[in-house]
């Protein structure tokens, strides 16, 4: 049962350049996330997505863009990286429909280094 | 931003039950509290969520308030392992998968 995967685990790239970061899950699972994680900010919400093809801004969404063609994968894609972007990013999913929400499963996570 | 206060750190004795407490003063009727915690470099794990009654699990249990102004997050018996950040995140349980909104967290430490 593998869950929910990130890739890569770690990753350095320089700025301008355009990464991607994939993360895929194995539950069928409605709805996906991705977070970022600075020290300091706690986590905080990039972008989600409630179904393949529906996706929603979350509260730091700048400079960044996805994509969900297939309900199992929701990369992640950095246009042209900058150094703010150093971080590390979780990918999380969840189911839909119950009452009270759904728990989130969380990815391992990316650390990137943006030099 | 986050509709929690938790205090910044915590310590515990290893085997005993750590009690970590969250206060959401302005949480409304239809919004639940969950529990999660990351250890060091891992993603967020759920732990245990309620709306207003006291709920237990493998992990954990859950007791709030009658006022749902505030709630304890209970680990009966706390090891080495528990050494994590837990955040407790109030979340509108009528709107569906409402992303999730971390504050900063508590840091309990379980020391041997």
């Known amino acids: 049962d593998a869950g929910i995967t990130q890739s890569p685990r770690y990753k350095i790239t320089e700025t301008g350049r355009q990464v991607t970061l994939m993360c895929h899950q194995t539950w069928s699972h409605s709805y996906m996330f991705w977070y970022r994680q600075d020290l300091g900010h706690g986590l905080r919400l990039i972008y989600y997505?409630?179904?393949?093809?529906?996706?929603d801004k979350g509260e730091v969404p700048d400079g960044y863009v996805v994509s969900r063609s297939k309900t199992e994968n929701f990369p992640l894609t950095l246009e042209s990286a900058t150094r703010s972007q150093t971080s590390v990013y979780f990918c999380a999913s969840s189911e839909s429909g119950a009452a009270g929400g759904d728990t989130q499963y969380f990815g391992p996570g990316t650390r990137l280094t943006v030099l | 931003d986050a509709k929690t206060t938790q205090p910044t750190s915590m310590d515990c004795a290893e085997g005993r039950a750590a009690n970590l407490p969250c206060n959401h003063s302005?949480?409304?009727?239809?919004?639940?509290v969950y529990w999660y915690r990351q250890i060091h470099s891992q993603g967020p794990q759920y732990i245990i969520h309620?709306?207003?009654n006291n709920e237990t699990n493998e992990m954990a249990s859950l007791i709030i308030t009658e006022d749902r102004k505030s709630s304890t997050l209970i680990l009966p018996h706390a090891t080495l392992r528990d050494t994590a950040v837990y955040y407790c995140i109030v979340r509108d349980g009528n709107s569906g998968n409402t992303p999730l909104v971390f504050g900063k967290g508590t840091r309990l430490s379980v020391i041997a």
């Open positions: 302005t949480i409304s009727g239809n919004e639940y």
């Open positions: 997505s409630a179904a393949a093809d529906i996706t």
């Open positions: 309620g709306l207003k």
